[in-house]
């Protein structure tokens, strides 16, 4: 008798843990990265005293990236010398969206290109969430990744040295937003995209994002060609000359593979970091890496649904940040958008009790992982003070859910 009357208290417990709601999951997992990343290295530590961590590598003034970007473009406006004399790596339309800058004194400017920062932000991890879900659950647990990331490291690091990584994940965002619930708004979603692309190339693969309708590949293959045509003449537009030159800056870039340092999530640099075999662990991280977007790509595919794909979303996101060989943490800011639209995109309530046992651990998880990339290496032991495992450990994670919510979910 006792051991039925057990069975039935277990049960009952097993079932009320099955039923709590994704932000719940969400929630747990984000303490857990607060006490470890957060309260014990700042409290709870062996000195017994509360820890002060200069936890951004800082130089001197804030907005040094800024500062940097503005002197490429008056090298090209006021003295005729090309943008990329001084050392830069970005494409030659980058330089002319910084020109109505050069009539600012630097601390006006920064200020100016903070707010716009700090907008965008706003606009990539709350407001289109929250026009893709209008269930207001799904708008707590994006509120709540909306404010972990106001406050995180990557945000803060972004601001600091006045990068743009930001602005152009929002115009990248936005793009897809407007292709997919605008269809009017198709030639802005295309410029839009093109704007980003000519910022910082990488967001070039969200052009993956831009189909609603994977059957029908015809038009599919001519918006690509289309997009691809249009972002390569672009780099012809400052002349060809800065098109060569801005080849070499990136040949030369990938030649040096970037600064390899805690703060450079890409894998090229973690293995550089932390393998005598660099070649051979870069060589096998990239083919994971690539297998589970593919795989993603492919559910995508197989699913075949017109609306945004937010695990797809996360997965090329994710990429992003992995594949440059120069990823510095700043780029982080851009990972709570992501993670917010994927994470409100998982309907635990369509799965079966077992499911909804095995998929809410694994968000708890994939949240934990997530908040770890909120702090800086500073507040981390040594195994956790790259980012490129966290990141890695995310796109796992969310291969192996979208699988099973494609496969299992009524």
């Not at 090298?75 to 990329?84: E, Q, T």
């Not at 994927?342 to 309530?349: D, G, K, N, R």
């Amino acid at each position: 008798m006792t051991q039925v009357v057990i069975r039935m208290k277990l049960t009952s417990i097993i079932d009320n843990i099955s039923n709590w709601k994704i932000v719940t999951w969400v929630l747990l997992g984000l303490a857990v990265g607060y006490f470890l990343f957060f309260i014990q290295p700042v409290f709870i530590n062996s000195s017994q005293a509360m820890q002060f961590f200069e936890y951004i590598p800082t130089f001197g003034q804030a907005g040094m990236d800024l500062e940097t970007t503005i002197w490429y473009a008056k090298l090209w406006v006021v003295n005729g010398y090309s943008p990329y004399v001084g050392g830069g790596t970005f494409p030659p339309l980058a330089h002319v969206f910084f020109v109505p800058l050069l009539s600012l004194d630097f601390p006006i400017a920064y200020r100016i290109f903070t707010a716009f920062t700090l907008l965008c932000f706003l606009l990539t991890t709350l407001w289109i969430p929250y026009q893709l879900f209008e269930a207001e659950r799904k708008k707590t647990l994006i509120l709540l990744i909306f404010i972990s990331g106001l406050f995180s490291y990557g945000l803060q690091f972004e601001i600091e040295r006045g990068q743009f990584s930001v602005i152009a994940y929002a115009l990248s965002l936005l793009s897809i937003y407007l292709f997919h619930r605008h269809e009017r708004a198709m030639p802005l979603s295309y410029i839009l995209l093109s704007i980003a692309v000519q910022l910082k190339i990488y967001p070039a693969i969200f052009a993956v994002m831009l189909i609603k309708d994977w059957r029908v590949w015809k038009d599919n293959l001519k918006r690509m060609i289309g997009l691809a045509a249009f972002n390569i003449l672009a780099l012809f537009s400052l002349g060809t000359q800065n098109f060569r030159d801005f080849v070499n800056a990136m040949s030369q870039a990938q030649f040096v593979k970037g600064e390899a340092w805690v703060g450079n999530h890409s894998i090229s640099s973690f293995a550089k970091l932390y393998s005598p075999s660099a070649s051979a662990l870069e060589t096998g991280l990239l083919i994971f890496a690539a297998a589970s977007f593919f795989l993603i790509l492919y559910m995508a595919y197989k699913e075949n649904n017109s609306e945004l794909n937010a695990f797809l979303l996360l997965s090329t996101t994710i990429i992003t940040l992995l594949v440059p060989s120069i990823s510095h943490d700043y780029r982080l800011s851009v990972l709570p958008a992501a993670m917010a639209i994927a994470l409100a995109s998982i309907e635990l309530p369509n799965f079966s009790r077992k499911i909804r046992l095995l998929i809410a651990p694994l968000v708890m998880f994939m949240a934990a992982v997530y908040s770890s990339t909120l702090f800086s290496y500073t507040n981390k032991p040594d195994y956790f003070v790259n980012n490129m495992p966290a990141l890695m450990v995310i796109l796992l994670l969310i291969t192996v859910i979208a699988v099973v919510q494609m496969k299992y979910a009524h």
